[in-house]
């Protein structure tokens, strides 16, 4: 009966041992991998750009957003967020920043992308013109994993401006 519970005990401890050996090297693996995504995002077209009824300047814009997030895809990763900002300094902020654009992507499959589309969130500012703004426009992603922590990255594509007059 000694020896029964000893060796049960024995087995125990080497099977949680290497349970915690298992999830280590699976966290670690996880953190060496190197994620190398790309982004390309194009303004094709500038649809529209008018000073609105409440003084506000709003600018509809197709784009070509086009990304290869499959990198960022590991065996711990549940979905991937995306977002597709403007940014650009004014004088009253360092950072302005609005959200044009974004997705769920639920696999590796489907991390490379390329979206043919319009802004779906309104692109307008708040008593500032536009009129010849240059901005950035930065496809921000956050991966959420099965286990652990959540992080983020992001690729910022620059030159980008507004034309001088409304459209
Ligand atoms: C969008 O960009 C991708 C990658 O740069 C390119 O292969 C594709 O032809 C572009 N599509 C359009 C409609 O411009
Ligand atoms: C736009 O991107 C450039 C290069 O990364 C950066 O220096 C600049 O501060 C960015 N502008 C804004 C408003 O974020």
Same mark, same amino acid.
């Given at each position: 009966m000694h020896t029964y519970v000893y060796r049960l005990n024995v087995l125990l401890t080497e099977a949680i041992t290497l349970l915690a050996l298992m999830c280590a090297i699976a966290s670690l693996s996880d953190k060496l991998n190197v994620a190398s995504p790309s982004a390309d995002i194009q303004? @094709?077209?500038? *649809?529209w750009f008018h000073k609105q009824r409440n003084g506000n300047d709003e600018v509809s814009l197709t784009m070509n957003v086009s990304a290869d997030l499959? /990198? =960022?895809? =590991?065996? *711990? =990763?549940k979905q991937v967020f995306v977002f597709l900002a403007a940014e650009y300094e004014t004088e009253k902020n360092y950072l302005n920043q609005i959200s044009l654009w974004d997705a769920i992507i639920p696999s590796k499959e489907q991390a490379k992308f390329s979206y043919h589309t319009i802004n779906k969130y309104r692109f307008t500012d708040?008593? *500032? /013109? @536009?009129?010849g703004k240059k901005y950035n426009l930065t496809l921000h992603w956050h991966v959420m994993p099965k286990t652990g922590k959540m992080f983020s990255d992001r690729i910022v594509t620059t030159g980008h401006s507004l034309p001088e007059e409304y459209i």
């Open positions: 303004v @094709l077209h500038i *649809n499959k /990198s =960022t895809f =590991t065996w *711990n =990763t708040q008593g *500032n /013109s @536009l009129r």
